[in-house]
């Protein structure tokens, strides 16, 4: 019997400590999947955010390290410009990239920094117990939003993957999602593409992950992967938002 | 046939490889209790299982492992 499907050993044997069903779970194996594929691991740093993912570099079996809130695309960038021979990754939520880290995430992009960005966007803060997010749609509930988010006064949810298309800068711009089988594979090509654009030495890449929260959604796993797609994807649409090398070729 | 093996231990209980199935060949088993408290996914039919992996591909925990 040939085996079909394993966990990649580029995962640490170690149960995860997120809550049942949270896709991280899946986010980490596909990233680990990838590196394992590309045989990077050996050369991979990668830089763990604060939120739900901080205990990333329990579970990657890559070097890590654990940057300030927000700051992970800095300290990439300082990674990869003193060691341009390694790979260097982020694993960021929303809560981390697109709130306190905008400013680092857009400035490390429009200079098109040569790292891979994760971006795990489930439109609210998980870690500390379901705040809203930037993220959070129009009209959820939240535990800052009880009465659901007014956008009058809170502002509309920020598009990362679009608002980052429209700079010069970056190279890859995806957005994917992990609510069922077709999606998963879909996402893990993005994220392969994404690594292999900075051993190519293309530039700036992100991966928008739109992913769940059940516990603090306060739904079922199943539940909240069908809320994925019939409420976040018509918001944040599954796409290639830039890709500067396919845009050249086909020129 | 395939083969389907579970870490029992880590897994939590989330139900997302049972939706998956296509053949809807797996289970929660309430009536089990793991390490870490939760009932596990459990397979029920063997025999008919076709390998897809789709179980697999959905579980956040790296609980399943696929022959074929």
């Given at each position: 019997m040939a085996v079909v499907f394993e966990k990649p050993k580029?995962?640490?044997?170690v149960p995860l400590?997120?809550?049942?069903?949270?896709?991280h779970g899946i986010i980490h194996r596909l990233v680990a999947e990838v590196m394992q594929e590309l045989d990077i691991e050996g050369k991979t740093i990668g830089v763990a955010p604060v939120?739900?993912?901080?205990?990333a570099y329990d579970y990657f079996t890559c070097d890590m390290i654990e940057a300030a809130h927000g700051r992970a695309p800095a300290v990439a960038t300082g990674i990869k410009r003193c060691r341009p021979e390694n790979i260097v990754f982020t694993y960021q939520g929303d809560g981390d990239l697109a709130s306190i880290g905008m400013a680092e995430t857009v400035h490390s992009a429009a200079r098109n920094e040569n790292i891979t960005v994760i971006f795990v966007n489930n439109?609210?803060?998980?870690?500390?117990?379901g705040q809203m997010a930037p993220?959070?749609?129009?009209?959820q509930v939240t535990q800052t939003s009880?009465?659901?988010?007014d956008v009058n006064h809170c502002g509309w949810p920020i598009r990362v993957s679009e608002m980052l298309a429209t700079?010069?800068?970056?190279e890859f711009i995806s957005r994917v999602a992990v609510n069922n089988v077709k999606n998963v594979n879909a996402a893990k090509k993005a994220i392969k593409k994404a690594f292999q654009n900075q051993i190519d030495g293309k530039g700036f890449s992100l991966v928008e992950v739109v992913s769940a929260c059940p516990t603090n959604w306060g739904m079922t796993p199943q539940q909240a992967l069908e809320w994925v797609e019939s409420d976040m994807l018509p918001y944040y649409p599954i796409g290639v938002y830039k890709d500067r090398s396919a845009a050249k070729e086909e020129k | 046939m395939a083969k389907v093996t579970f870490k029992t231990d880590l897994c939590?209980?989330?139900?997302l490889c049972v939706a998956a199935c296509p053949k809807g060949l797996l289970a929660i088993a309430t009536e089990q209790i793991n390490a870490k408290g939760y009932s596990p996914a459990v397979m029920t039919?063997?025999?008919?299982?076709?390998?897809?992996a789709f179980c697999a591909t959905m579980c956040p925990d790296c609980v399943i492992t696929v022959e074929k």
């Open positions: 580029t995962l640490a044997d400590h997120y809550c049942p069903g949270c896709p939120g739900c993912a901080v205990m439109a609210i803060y998980g870690m500390t117990g993220t959070s749609l129009p009209g009880p009465y659901g988010r700079l010069e800068g970056p | 939590k209980g989330c139900g039919n063997e025999e008919k299982c076709i390998g897809c």
